[in-house]
């Protein structure tokens, strides 16, 4: 099947959508039993834990960890947001610089200024955007940022999304209650799907979607460890507990060159692969052997295929063994047997 198409469904009671590319899996999001990222909280400061840096807040769902508190006193009331999915047993990591995104704009309560997406270069563009950013925010003392969907995209439907952000802002903001409690839920995976997968797409939402276009298919390919690359190498895909290790195997090729051409086609498809398993955390890569002076081509072409991936992923570099190594967000809810069956 070619083109986009989104479906939005359920894995047994869980909700999931898939966003499908020319028949292929390309992007994958699945509800948690962990609270979803963007959860907003009024929390109790609790405890600090000095060798981190951080303090131990608590929240209706649990303790959660918030980093850099210097002069929070324990017992404080503050607002902190859900900013990951913890590890089993691990406190949730949150944040006290809470914001509020949406489809068009991304609204920083503690970020003055109206910006624009620096992927939006046409200059009668952004004139066009701030005169609506200036329109809607007016005299507040919120930042906006407009994101580069509205390149484009009606003035009147920005201007909506706008208000209604900026709104929800204010109304959280205000609050000044004194007992820990959720103040809101983050998005679940249909109304993410619609945030951020905004090229166009056929949309579908009818039941069984998933069996009828292929993404229950493709789900049972994920569970196997091995992937293959183009070109005939593959990786070998193999989460623990401490770290997800990848092996990058050459296959049949025994060419001079085999080592950098697979270890470039590993660039190119690690972060959907990555993506699609919902996998975060310390990320070893064990490439094919190849000359060092190879390096920096490898680097260039991992850092090229990155650019476009929307989990924070950090290029951390070379072990003294000669491994790559990645620092990735655990924004995803991990793909796991459990779900599918």
């Keep these: 099947m070619k083109g986009r198409t989104i479906v939005l469904d359920h894995l047994k009671t869980r909700e999931a959508a898939a966003l499908m590319v020319d028949g292929k899996l390309e992007d994958f999001l699945i509800e948690g039993d962990a609270p979803s990222i963007g959860t907003i909280y009024r929390a109790r400061a609790d405890r600090p834990v000095k060798g981190q840096g951080g303090m131990f807040v608590s929240t209706p769902d649990g ?3 918030l980093r850099q508190v210097k002069g929070l006193a324990p017992g404080t009331m503050l607002l902190v947001q859900v900013t990951g999915f913890a590890e089993p047993g691990k406190a949730i990591p949150v944040t006290s610089k ?14 003055p200024g109206l910006n624009i997406s620096r992927s939006i270069r046409d200059e009668d563009e952004r004139d066009r955007l701030l005169e609506i950013a200036h329109a809607e925010m007016g005299e507040s003392g919120f930042g906006l940022i407009l994101r580069s969907s509205c390149a484009g995209a009606d003035a009147d439907e920005i201007a909506s999304d706008v208000a209604n952000t900026a709104g929800l802002a204010s109304q959280i903001m205000a609050d000044e209650g004194t007992t820990a409690e959720k103040l809101i839920d983050g998005d679940g995976p249909h109304t993410l ?5 905004t090229d166009p797409a056929e949309i579908i939402r009818d039941p069984g979607g998933f069996e009828h276009h292929g993404v229950l298919d493709a789900l049972e390919e994920l569970q196997q460890t091995g992937e293959a ?3 005939g190498g593959h990786i070998y895909i193999e989460p623990t507990r401490a770290l997800v290790a990848i092996d990058v195997n050459t296959g049949r090729d025994t060419s001079m060159a085999a080592g950098l051409k697979t270890n470039l086609a590993c660039a190119r498809a690690l972060p959907r692969a990555l993506r699609v398993r919902g996998l975060g955390g310390q990320i070893t890569l064990d490439l094919a052997p190849m000359p060092k002076k190879d390096r920096r081509a490898f680097e260039t072409a991992l850092r090229a295929a990155f650019r476009a991936d929307p989990e924070e992923t950090a290029l951390v570099g070379w072990t003294p063994l000669g491994h ?3 620092q990735r967000k655990r924004g995803r809810v991990p793909v796991t047997v459990e779900q599918l069956l």
């Design 63 to 65: 303790p959660a960890f």
């Design 98 to 111: 809470v914001l509020f995104k949406s489809r068009f704009a991304i609204v920083t309560p503690l970020a």
């Design 193 to 197: 799907g619609w945030r951020e997968w």
């Design 229 to 231: 690359l183009t070109g």
């Design 324 to 326: 790559y190594e990645l």
